[in-house]
């Protein structure tokens, strides 16, 4: 199956602001990129690294007055549905890898330190398996209520802030998921990316990044998702980090404003040719 | 000149518990380690690895019962005190390195975005030179009151934290000030480990590791302490990153009890052999 | 400046070969990639990793019958000719960085340490700057006969190959200069990518990748053209390694049959679109 | 089981040399590090950086006149055989690791691409399992004689010379064992270390470093020695890679001669100190 993502966002600022920002697909996914395509509006210099998380930043300075940015791929995945294990174990923390352990601790928008016991009273009795993870899921699914409102790129959320409002978008939604795991001990990692409609319906809102989280069981790394909470087909990250902050859409050294956002995530055929 | 630097850790614990603990020497320091030895009592397997800030982690799982952990080192040094620059320049974002960004952004301990304000109000009217980080580090020096008492292995501080409480221990005082720099802008990371008394009064307090932090000024990293705020002989690091959590003295997955701990941090002849 | 560059291989097989190609432009060059296609008629799994060099290597296996593999990319660069710095000075051995280091060893094709009495014979009176390189690059230059006959895909080239036989192509001409280079304790890498014809004559036979070297000189990496011998415009880096076995065009781990294969890499208009 | 390990060096230059010397034990090796130390006398700068294969590498320049280098360890290692997996079985070239596949390359002192033909007669016929590598090791082992006469240091060896020649050092079974392993495409890498004479006679020759080589069999690597093609206890790694350049004792930058040399290698009571 074939998949055209991308997006185009405008800016407007009133002095020149350095700028980072995470759009292209990661180079480490169960995915082919078939074409990729970027375009900036004036044309700048651009300059893409790769940070400690394996995020594809770019670098460039916002001019004064309009920018406009776009990304646009073509990535051909193999068009299943997220996996479940359900029988896969939880590993003890001294058996998890070195490079796991970063994702056991808090970071800012995780204070898993400060949901410790909440996590231990309303997850310790399940078992030590991916039954624990998908609980976690069950309930910040159905506890917490989406709402577009209460949280937009200006507002930064964060797990314990999420845990107190019960309501949020679906950033919030993996923010509190990966605090609960983190607290549990479970290396959990906030991941955001593309995601098509395949075989659901198409939301009512416009289309939009999507945010979920990976949680590491059975000896790897699986997606898991408290917002729409069951398996999805075609994910393809973005970003990866400790929360939104390590993995952020975008991250402006000054006062740059957003002022118009497209994002694509579609189905395409297998002869598309990219835009 | 040569350091002898180490410590001792006593634990107790009533289940195994699987740690991290940060106390060997980094590798990368403007020193070179004569010599070195570890010793654990009960004896354990013990595993090194280098996380993702170059730190030195040591894996291992506390028995059920008492283990002791020891750490011995030489290392020479050049004997000079922290270089101090102050006409070096803060370079603007756009052309700070790669890998210093991630300095830029908040932390668990280090929320610089809601200092963003306090910050701008209260240090941008100077140069944007290393006056700047010293101007922090001033402030940081007569605001915040040491003590003790406030501030244990126990407690998780916060750069905010400190900011209202206005007491601390050097810790403290290296999260607030790696706030304030993170506000404005400008790299920094927290850094810890040994110093010695060389040229200064003994501490009246048992010795202990120290903690203060590094910014990036003029093209390269220099440290800065907010506790002393003079330059110092002889800083050792052992652990580096973005706050105390990431670079944590000790990490552990269960309930482990410190109940002993000595540090030293001594000058001996250039012939002294390992203990 | 935009160019835009890419190749077509043609490969036949009686049975599955598993390969590895690098053909995809450097990520770390000096220039923007505007976008990037690739395609597989059939259609296979493709998978790209960055190796040690950071080269893009795909891996995929050749099935039997007939293989396209296609790459096709647009990128901006700043359109100036190699930049010369004939004042640069050659650091002492001990003063190279540590990872210029495994560039001054000999290698499968660089057998520099056969090549030491020669190269200090023929070049040990030069001063100790940019111009021991340009001279090690004007011998090559004037002493080596370009022959495309006596070298190709199937011939496993070395630098006292070359000096011996005084013929050769692009390839063997960069790998005798970076042997002399090795032997005079030079930092020298082979690299190879693509080089359109801007400003010189187009060359007779058909558009091929092209190979040169890089020599670290004054603090950073020069690309130097024993072939050419003067400065050009547009180099777009493929590979970089100890010599053509760690940056291969190719490596089959089989016997599969190049049958086609064609090379562009043109100057385009600014808003040229990728085919 | 503990062992001390280490070695005394003498050289003598008659100017500075800038060197790099290999005699650290390998962090990431399957035992403990107890105590550590190094000494060179006269006092010089040394730094230690780990080169893209692990190693750590000394660098220093050693001053006009003599210079003695020392390094002792205690390790703790567990105390069995090498591992023998005789069901083990090859990965075909398409699942092997992406870091493997430098290790199927030919280097300079492994010259496997020259090798192909006979090592597919010679072991073709084997099956594509433990077996394939234990028939090199057996036919090495068989077919070479140990010649300490034939190879110094001073001599560059390689896997034809050694399979032309029929004799040599530990070192030259290892490279000639690693060259049919490429050419059969079976990741293989060198790699030399201390080896004591646990559990088999002392040799006759005075103890010296030891070199085997490492080939990836059943998804890992194992250790395999066509010297004394027996399993041995004790092996502690200094230096992998490709061949015996990439991990080479000494790499001198001038003519600084080896002119004294000594290795230890015992099994010490657990409680020993190091020296």
């Not at 405008?10 to 995470?22: H, I, K, N």
């Not at 890898?97 to 970063?102: N, Q, Y």
């Amino acid at each position: 199956m074939r998949l055209r993502v991308g997006c185009e966002f405008g800016f407007e600022s009133d002095v020149p602001v350095p700028m980072l920002m995470l759009v292209g697909v990661r180079r480490d996914g169960d995915y082919r990129t078939v074409s990729e395509s970027t375009r900036l509006d004036p044309e700048l210099p651009l300059r893409e690294y790769v940070d400690g998380f394996g995020n594809r930043c770019w670098r460039f300075t916002a001019p004064v007055g309009l920018l406009t940015t776009r990304y646009d791929a073509v990535v051909a995945i193999q068009g299943q549905a997220d996996a479940v294990a359900p029988e896969a174990r939880l590993a003890p923390a001294q058996d998890l890898p070195d490079e796991s352990l970063v994702f056991t601790l808090p970071s800012r928008q995780v204070e898993s330190d400060l949901l410790m016991s909440d996590a231990w009273a309303l997850f310790g009795g399940t078992p030590p398996t991916w039954a624990r993870v998908q609980a976690v899921c069950d309930w910040v699914h159905g506890n917490v209520r989406y709402d577009a409102e209460v949280s937009g790129p200006a507002t930064l959320g964060s797990a314990v802030g999420v845990y107190q409002r019960r309501s949020g978008v679906c950033r919030d939604f993996a923010l509190l998921a990966v605090g609960f795991c983190r607290a549990l001990n479970i290396p959990a990692r906030y991941t955001f990316g593309y995601l098509p409609d395949v075989g659901v319906p198409p939301p009512e809102t416009p289309m939009d990044f999507h945010a979920w989280f990976e949680a590491f069981v059975g000896g790897r790394w699986y997606a898991f998702d408290a917002r729409h909470n069951t398996p999805r087909i075609g994910r393809v990250p973005i970003g990866r980090g400790r929360d939104a902050i390590d993995a952020a859409l975008t991250t402006a050294y000054g006062p740059a404003r957003l002022i118009r956002m497209s994002v694509w995530a579609d189905e395409v055929a297998d002869d598309h040719p990219a835009r």
